[in-house]
């Protein structure tokens, strides 16, 4: 009877930690669809599933906690981050349709999925339950195991299908197929000396700069800087530092100490030939 009791009663801390962090799992979900980054997106969902795994360890699910921290918040999101990186989804990408009614699909798939969300919290609140002693008296892991793959093994095998579905689809989307044939070497370099462009390899950032940041233009002989030092998105941007004076003084200062070494050293040996004269 008092089992049952703590079952149902539930103390000011877990109030206040099922409001603090259910709020924030609202926010991170909402953000995950109204972002208009994907990126933004993919890490508001993580945000939600850290907060998951959270309510799952206080609940006494701690097998279920790890794997969401582990499987789907560190696995899988990073598959979805790396699929954004590939794919190169941004917020110019076009809004139009290409399948027709696929709104309208999307709205009665979103629709019957509240209807089984609210289906299933009417039917835990109408229904008793026995409490986390009980559902963990032979250990986590083993009732979590039982309850999957007995009860809820179709549903199990219904979510398998869909990550190995998102998986190959991406592979598909990511994949280009190559109309021509490649290049070789040799006709590459052809190509760049009939175009009259740089035919050495190009220089790396920050050469002659004092500096080997990506950013950084590198500098030539004479202390002017070559643009091709740089990558061309980071040209386009504006996010170049201009280093060139700054180099151009340093150099200055180096040739002015230089030669002031030469002057001594080359003063040191008449110097001596009068010291050895005078002796004489």
Same mark, same amino acid.
């Given at each position: 009877?008092? #089992? ?24 991170? #979900?909402?953000? +995950? ?19 998951? *795994? ?15 921290? !582990? ?20 917020? #110019? ?35 008793? @339950?026995?409490?986390? *002693?009980? &559902? ?17 093994? @179709? ?14 689809? *991406?592979?598909?989307? +990511? %994949? ?21 462009? %740089?035919?050495?390899?190009?220089? *790396?950032?920050? !050469?002659? &700069? ?54 001594? +050293? ?15």
């Amino acid at each position: 009877m008092t #089992a049952q009791l703590a079952a149902y009663s539930t103390s000011t801390g877990e109030a206040f930690q099922f409001w603090v962090l259910g709020t924030v799992a609202v926010l991170g #979900a909402l953000s +995950t669809v109204f972002s208009k980054r994907a990126v933004h997106s993919a890490l508001s969902l993580a945000g939600t599933m850290v907060v998951l *795994a959270v309510f799952y360890l206080a609940n006494g699910a701690y097998f279920l906690g790890i794997v969401q921290i !582990v499987v789907y918040t560190g696995a899988i999101m990073m598959l979805f981050l790396f699929v954004v990186m590939l794919v190169g989804v941004t917020a #110019a990408d076009s809004l139009k349709e290409t399948i027709k009614g696929q709104r309208w699909l999307a709205l009665l798939c979103g629709t019957g999925f509240g209807v089984l969300l609210l289906a299933g919290i009417g039917n835990a609140s109408l229904q008793q @339950f026995d409490g986390l *002693a009980t &559902a963990n008296a032979n250990g986590n892991v083993q009732g979590l195991a039982s309850l999957i793959f007995t009860k809820y093994v @179709f549903a199990f095998e219904i979510t398998g299908a869909l990550l190995i579905t998102a998986a190959v689809g *991406a592979m598909v989307l +990511t %994949h280009r197929e190559r109309t021509e044939r490649p290049r070789t070497q040799r006709e590459l370099s052809e190509q760049r000396v009939r175009e009259g462009r %740089h035919v050495p390899p190009l220089p *790396a950032p920050g !050469v002659y &700069a004092r500096h080997n940041a990506v950013d950084v233009a590198g500098l030539l002989p004479d202390g002017t800087p070559s643009e091709l030092t740089v990558s061309k998105t980071l040209r386009d941007r504006g996010q170049v530092r201009d280093v060139s004076a700054e180099a151009l003084n340093d150099l200055r200062a180096l040739e002015r100490r230089a030669e002031e070494r030469l002057e001594r +050293t080359g003063t040191e040996p008449t110097d001596l030939r009068r010291t050895e004269e005078a002796s004489q």
